[in-house]
Nanobody, 125 residues
Framework: QVQLIESGGDSVQAGGSLRLSCVDS????????MAWFRQVPGKEREGVAS????????EYADSVKGRFTISRDTPKNTVYLQMNNLNTDDTAAYYC??????????????????WGQGTQVTVSS
């Protein structure tokens, strides 16, 4: 069973960097797409980045392209989100997800079955 645990959230100043980690303690996500989403209160959960099981297919939301990098270490059952040049609009709770999304659903929450509990990222100006 997939059990996702995020870590790495913190408070940083604008322009700073953070790296989020997500471990699948159930070690069952190796054949799944993995993704990072974020959500602020009162808004929809937004897809940030996704990565295929083979790591050959990667997608990013336009708002983070060139600043965020998703990667995965399959033997460690871990997916990472390296976030650089953070700005205040990146403030949100970040969630890790696993699933089998269709081609057009890789950054949609509807494409994912398993979710972590979230980790908070706060960026101050």
């Amino acid at each position: 069973q997939v059990q996702l645990i995020e870590s790495g959230g913190d408070s940083v100043q604008a322009g700073g960097s953070l790296r989020l980690s997500c471990v699948d303690s159930g070690a069952s996500s190796r054949l799944s797409y993995m993704a990072w989403f974020r959500q602020v209160p009162g808004k929809e959960r937004e897809g940030v980045a996704s990565i295929s099981p083979s790591t050959t297919v990667i997608e990013y939301a336009d708002s983070v392209k060139g600043r965020f990098t998703i990667s995965r270490d399959t033997p460690k059952n871990t997916v990472y989100l390296q976030m650089n040049n953070l700005n205040t609009d990146d403030t949100a709770a970040y969630y890790c997800a696993a699933g089998s999304p269709g081609t057009n659903w890789r950054l949609s929450r509807l494409g994912y079955t398993y979710w972590g509990q979230g980790t908070q990222v706060t960026v101050s100006s």
